[in-house]
C-alpha cells in the first residue's frame, strides 16, 4: 500500500494529472525534471488500472520492479528491457480510495505513455573504454546522433519508439 496523502488531495479540487516515482498526487505537466529521484537515468510514464475498479492512473516509475525476472537480457537490465518483455510491475495503484479495496489491491499496467532516459545510461558521452549497451545482435543502440555529443549525454532524451507500447501481462489478457 502506498502513502495517502490526503492532506494534498484535499485542499486541491481537481484530480491528479499523475503521480510521481513515491506515489504522490502530481497536478501539473508530467516532465522527467519532476520525478523525485534526481539519480535517475531512465523514466516511464505509464498508465495502469487498480485491479478492482479499473480506475486508470498515470504513474511515473524510476526504477525497475517486476513480478517475475526477466527471461534474457542484459546483467543489469534497465526499464526498456522490461518493457520489451511486459514484465513491467507497478504494484499497488496510488492510494486515493479509487475503491474499497483500491490501496491494496494490485495494479494492471497498461500503456507506456512516455519513455525518458540519458544517453549516459547506454554508454553515450563516456570514455571509449566505456561498453555501450548493445541489442541481441551486438549493434549498438543508436537513439540519435546528436547524442553523440558528450556534452548531451546527461540530459534527458526522449525515444518515441518505446512509447505506446502495451505493457498488459498474460495474466491480465
Ligand atoms: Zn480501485
Redesign the pocket.
Known sequence: MQGAYTDILSRIDEPPAWFDDNGVPRYGPFSPDMVTCIHANEIVLIRIE??????SFDVAMTVPRASQPLKDGPDAPMLRDYIAQRALHYGD?PNI???????S?NSIPRVVLEYWFRPVAMGYGLGCHWPRRVDDDGVPYAPSTALLNPRYAMNFQRDPAMEGIDLTPDWAV
Open positions: 487498480c485491479q478492482g475498479c479499473q480506475t495503484p480510495l479509487c475503491c474499497d479495496p483500491g490501496p489491491m
